[in-house]
């Protein structure tokens, strides 16, 4: 079955350090999305891509970076973790088309400490 | 500025009872609403999906209603079940950037036996 799967479930870093969670989805969809998830709000888009070799931000895109080199993975990338980056991180993809639905993965957990 | 907003922010109900979560937007132009369920330490899954044109949706013993006049929609739970405790999330699409989804920040309802 087509899943999309993100890794690792959890992680703790140090600040200042490059971290890069990984999303592979097996759904052959084009769109594939970056958020984050804290108390108290919604998910916040981070940043999202229409498909190979295209990437844009979202709403929260500082000090997160993302590159689409196949159709399968977008990892996302804490150039130097902040406090700030503790959150829950959810990776989803979509085929194209207003009202097509979106996949989620189980998200990663990540703590900076 | 578009939000979503969702009450009760939580909610606690017997098993077997009904209940209905309320959604609010202001996001305009509007493209589609919808709901997700997210269990604990899972990704949402997609309850229903519903344009403007639409004014119900059901899934199984969730209905999900929308009157785009007063920017509202409501999820209702028919005879809840233990398995029904999870974070419910309305979800709403702007027209012009049908991938841009804008999220509530969610009704953590909770089924007691």
């Known amino acids: 079955d087509a899943e999309i799967t993100q890794s690792p479930r959890h992680k703790i870093t140090e600040t200042g350090r490059q971290v890069t969670l990984a999303c592979h989805q097996t759904?052959?969809?084009?769109?594939m999305f970056w958020y984050r998830q804290d108390l108290g709000h919604g998910l916040r888009l981070i940043h999202y891509?229409?498909?190979?070799?295209?990437?844009n931000k979202g709403e929260v895109s500082d000090g997160y970076s993302v590159s689409r080199s196949n159709t399968e993975d977008l990892p996302l990338t804490l150039e130097s973790a902040a406090s700030s980056q503790t959150s829950v991180y959810f990776c989803?993809?979509?085929?194209?088309?207003?009202?097509?639905?979106?996949?989620f993965g189980s998200g990663t957990r990540l703590t900076v400490v | 500025k578009n939000q979503v907003e969702q009450s009760p922010q939580s909610l606690i109900i017997l098993e077997g009872k009904n209940c209905t979560l309320q959604?609010?937007?202001?996001?305009?132009?509007?493209?589609?609403l919808r709901w997700y369920k997210q269990d604990t330490g899972r990704g949402p899954v997609s309850l229903t999906i519903?344009?403007?044109?639409?004014n119900t949706k059901s899934n199984g013993r969730y209905t999900a209603t929308l009157d785009a006049d007063t920017k509202q929609s409501s999820l209702h739970i028919t005879a809840s079940q233990l398995s029904d405790s999870a974070s419910y999330i309305c979800?709403?699409?702007?027209?012009?950037?049908?991938?841009?989804?804008?999220f509530g920040s969610g009704t953590r309802l909770l089924v007691r036996p």
């Open positions: 989803a993809s979509s085929e194209t088309g207003s009202k097509k639905g979106y996949t």
């Open positions: 759904w052959n969809h084009n769109n």
């Open positions: 959604c609010n937007y202001t996001v305009s132009p509007f493209s589609n």
């Open positions: 891509s229409y498909g190979v070799q295209d990437t």
């Open positions: 979800v709403v699409s702007e027209m012009d950037s049908s991938y841009k989804l804008i």
């Open positions: 519903m344009t403007f044109s639409e």
